[in-house]
């Protein structure tokens, strides 16, 4: 893809755009120029529509899709609907991620799936259904997912969140060497801390407010918390042409804590 030769705007899908992370990289998008469908679950209908009317503030166009990435169906639906009111899609950011603290030992299979259900198995048909289009397309494309640093290494106490954010970064590689023939980059981030509901609001009943972000206070002495725009301009990056030769890769935003 080049600036220069482009002759239509690019459409981005980005999802879990309500508020935190994903809003911050919406934003960023339109900013850059491109048309964004920001998604969602259905119960955050009302700030979702606050962050299209600020896309639209910003000169692009931006739709509004009630969406749970857990659900495959949902996710085609998503992507058809892009094409349909849009026209193409061009750059899909699978943000949506949900956290969830608890042992190894206390493990509960059925709690620990549903963080996978929407940390691996949202990526995935984000990843899958991105895909097909951008092939049919025959343009290339870009593909970004939500990995962590805790799919960097173990953390305490977050071993199902650990192993979902893994998988993302495993995913990623896969699906990139899958989709180089086709000029469509994957890759992913992995944020440190980011000042988000995530992070400041309560895991679950056992531990209390404020586990989970005192659990990456083990982090090395002096790591700052960022704030989402810092992840949205490595999400800008690797939406510009200027990546145009990176691919399969997990960028860590965090401040130095893994590299
Ligand atoms: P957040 O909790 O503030 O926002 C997540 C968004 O995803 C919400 O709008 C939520 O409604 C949406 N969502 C949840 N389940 C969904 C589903 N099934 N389908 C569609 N949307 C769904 O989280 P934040 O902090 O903005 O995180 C965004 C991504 O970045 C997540 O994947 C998270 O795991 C990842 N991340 C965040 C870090 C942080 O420090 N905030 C650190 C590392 C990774």
Same mark, same amino acid.
């Given at each position: 893809?080049?600036?220069?030769? /482009?002759?239509?705007?690019?459409?981005?899908?980005?999802?879990?755009?309500?508020?935190?992370?994903?809003?911050?990289?919406?934003?960023?998008? @339109?900013?850059?120029?491109?048309?964004?469908?920001?998604?969602?679950?259905?119960?955050?209908?009302?700030?979702?529509?606050?962050?299209?009317?600020?896309?639209?503030?910003?000169?692009?166009?931006?739709?509004?899709?009630?969406?749970?990435?857990?659900?495959?169906?949902?996710?085609?639906?998503?992507?058809?609907?892009?094409?349909?009111?849009?026209? !193409?899609?061009?750059?899909?950011?699978?943000?949506?991620?949900?956290?969830?603290?608890?042992?190894?030992?206390?493990?509960?299979?059925?709690?620990?799936?549903? +963080?996978?259900?929407?940390?691996?198995?949202?990526?995935?048909?984000?990843?899958?259904? @991105? @895909? !097909? #289009?951008?092939?049919?397309?025959?343009?290339?494309? !870009?593909? %970004?997912?939500?990995?962590?640093?805790?799919? /960097? !290494?173990?953390?305490?106490?977050?071993?199902?969140? +650990? %192993?979902?954010?893994?998988?993302?970064?495993?995913?990623?590689?896969?699906?990139?060497?899958?989709?180089?023939?086709?000029?469509?980059?994957?890759?992913?981030? @992995?944020?440190?801390? %980011?000042?988000?509901?995530?992070?400041?609001?309560?895991?679950?009943?056992?531990?209390?407010?404020?586990?989970?972000?005192? /659990?990456?206070?083990?982090?090395?002495?002096?790591?700052?918390?960022? #704030?989402?725009?810092?992840?949205?301009?490595?999400?800008?990056?690797?939406?510009?042409?200027?990546?145009?030769?990176?691919?399969?890769?997990?960028?860590?935003?965090?401040?130095?804590?893994?590299?």
């Amino acid at each position: 893809m080049s600036a220069a030769t /482009q002759e239509y705007t690019r459409v981005a899908i980005v999802t879990g755009a309500s508020r935190g992370i994903g809003k911050g990289i919406a934003l960023r998008l @339109a900013a850059d120029g491109l048309d964004v469908v920001v998604a969602d679950l259905a119960d955050q209908k009302d700030p979702l529509d606050a962050v299209a009317e600020e896309i639209r503030g910003l000169g692009r166009k931006a739709l509004t899709v009630s969406c749970d990435v857990s659900k495959e169906d949902e996710v085609q639906a998503m992507v058809d609907t892009a094409v349909s009111e849009l026209g !193409r899609l061009d750059v899909m950011v699978a943000n949506a991620g949900i956290s969830f603290a608890g042992s190894v030992m206390n493990a509960e299979i059925e709690v620990w799936e549903k +963080c996978w259900a929407v940390n691996i198995k949202g990526v995935l048909f984000c990843y899958k259904h @991105a @895909a !097909r #289009q951008m092939v049919k397309q025959g343009a290339g494309g !870009r593909i %970004i997912g939500a990995s962590s640093i805790c799919g /960097q !290494r173990g953390y305490a106490n977050l071993g199902a969140y +650990c %192993i979902s954010k893994a998988a993302v970064r495993s995913l990623t590689q896969t699906t990139a060497l899958e989709l180089r023939e086709h000029n469509i980059t994957v890759n992913a981030y @992995a944020p440190g801390a %980011i000042d988000t509901a995530m992070v400041a609001n309560p895991l679950d009943e056992v531990h209390g407010a404020g586990y989970f972000v005192k /659990q990456l206070l083990k982090l090395p002495e002096g790591i700052r918390t960022g #704030q989402p725009s810092d992840v949205a301009n490595v999400v800008s990056f690797l939406v510009s042409p200027k990546s145009h030769f990176v691919t399969g890769q997990t960028l860590c935003v965090d401040d130095g804590v893994h590299f």
